[in-house]
């Protein structure tokens, strides 16, 4: 069963390659991340209003998101290759 997901981005400049994470870490970073949209201030008037208003349903519909995938075997949910760049986001 899927419990993590793991992230690389290489390209000619720069390789990163994030740890797995578990999905309750992903979600802590998901919860920060709307949190900090309220410091942004840069971000349109409109934007930052929909994802205050919306952030509970937000990390409502991650949780369920997680909980199916927690149901699944491991799987690459992005490969991307291109002439410079490659990402992949693998479900383990």
């Known amino acids: 069963m899927a419990s993590k997901i793991k992230i690389m981005i290489k ?7 994030l740890p ?11 919860r920060f991340g709307l949190w900090t949209t309220k410091f942004v201030k840069n971000m349109d008037e409109k934007s ?3 994802l205050k208003e919306n952030k509970d349903t937000i990390i409502k519909m991650v949780k369920e998101i997680f ?3 927690k149901t699944m075997e491991p799987f690459t949910l992005v ?7 490659y990402v992949l986001i693998d479900i383990r």
């Not at 390209?11 to 390659?17: G, V």
């Not at 870490?25 to 998901?30: K, R």
């Not at 490969?79 to 760049?85: G, I």
């Open 20 to 30: 797995s994470i578990g999905f309750g870490v992903a979600l802590t970073f998901v």
């Open 67 to 69: 909980a199916e995938l």
């Open 79 to 85: 490969e991307v290759k291109s002439d410079d760049a």
């Open 48 to 50: 930052q209003q929909y």
């Open 11 to 17: 390209t000619e400049d720069n390789n990163i390659n």
